[in-house]
């Protein structure tokens, strides 16, 4: 089992910047990638920026350029750094992860923490 809890969501105005921090407990070592993904009110689910084991980064292209996600291995943590913020960043952002099983994947979610961009 894995255990995600995150930190740093706020109340910001559009132009400035927040950090969000994830971090992993329990059985880590089985992690393939970890991310962020966001739902805002009446929209899916979806990923805005991910981190494979291997470092390997991938971003939503609505948050390229201006989101940078990172990992500390020692302290087992991910983090979002988000500059140039836009109200249409406002979401619950969730922290994922996963880990791959024989024929199949297993995925694990933080509770989400409230990211309100106003205007």
């Known amino acids: 089992q894995v255990q995600l809890v995150e930190s740093g969501g706020g109340l910001v105005q559009a132009g400035g910047s927040l950090r969000l921090s994830c971090a992993a407990s329990?059985?880590?070592?089985?992690?393939?990638?970890m991310g962020w993904y966001r739902q805002a009110p009446g929209k899916q689910r979806e990923l805005v920026a991910s981190?494979?084991?291997?470092?390997?980064?991938n971003y939503a292209d609505s948050v390229k350029g201006r989101f940078t996600i990172s990992r500390d291995n020692a302290k087992n943590t991910v983090n979002l750094q988000m500059n140039s913020l836009k109200p249409e960043d406002t979401a619950v952002y969730y922290c994922h992860a996963f880990r791959r099983t024989p024929g199949s994947r297993v995925d694990y979610w933080g509770q989400g923490t409230q990211v309100t961009v106003s205007s």
């Open positions: 981190i494979t084991s291997g470092n390997i980064t």
């Open positions: 329990g059985s880590i070592f089985s992690i393939n990638a």
